[in-house]
């Protein structure tokens, strides 16, 4: 997607105030935590069998389901569950990084870091409709797409959206949303 376009979309959705990002940027991380809770009940209701967490595991279901759905609010194809996936990812490589960092690899943490972002970073370009998610393939990680031969030159990469429109530690008077 063309750089001025995409600029122009940012600087529309911040007068209008169409997005509170902060806000937005919480309640990703919350939802990413009930997807990552869904699967710790699944498991600790397996090795336990105890159908208790089963049904704990239900009702964390419901309420991701209804956090998601106010960040999903229309959807085509299958963004609801790229969405979903595209977090769970983010969660998880998080926590292997940390576990890697934790055990000195620091360059396979890094790179684990690296790609957690640059999942949250593609939720975010999909959450804000800023990207053809129908054009987007296997691309290098330098790139937006395969015809970008100068991504910073040219587009933006989803990283760089992120880091342009979320910035939570912004209590200035210009963003009066916090």
């Not at 209008?16 to 935590?33: H, P, R, T």
């Not at 999903?72 to 609801?80: S, Y």
């Not at 959450?127 to 691309?139: A, G, T, W, Y």
Request: proline share 2%; net charge negative.
């Amino acid at each position: 997607m063309d750089f001025e376009i995409i600029k122009q979309k940012i600087e529309e959705m911040k007068k209008k105030g169409d997005v509170d990002l902060s806000l937005d940027e919480d309640l990703s991380i919350a939802i990413m935590n009930l997807v990552s809770l869904e699967e710790h009940f699944f498991f600790t209701a397996e090795k336990t069998k105890k159908d208790d967490y089963f049904n704990l595991l239900r009702e964390v279901r419901e309420m991701r389901r209804e956090l998601l759905g106010k960040m999903m609010t229309q959807n085509e194809g299958e963004t609801w569950c790229i969405s979903k996936h595209l977090l769970a990812t983010s969660m998880r490589l998080m926590e292997v990084g940390t576990k890697l960092e934790g055990s000195g690899k620091r360059e396979e943490a890094k790179r684990m870091f690296d790609l957690a972002y640059k999942s949250y970073a593609m939720f975010f370009g999909i959450r804000l409709k800023l990207v053809d998610i129908s054009s987007i393939k296997k691309i290098d990680d330098s790139q937006l797409s395969k015809h970008d031969t100068k991504p910073k030159d040219g587009p933006w990469s989803f990283e760089d959206i992120v880091e342009k429109m979320v910035d939570c530690c912004d209590e200035s008077d210009k963003n009066p949303k916090h």
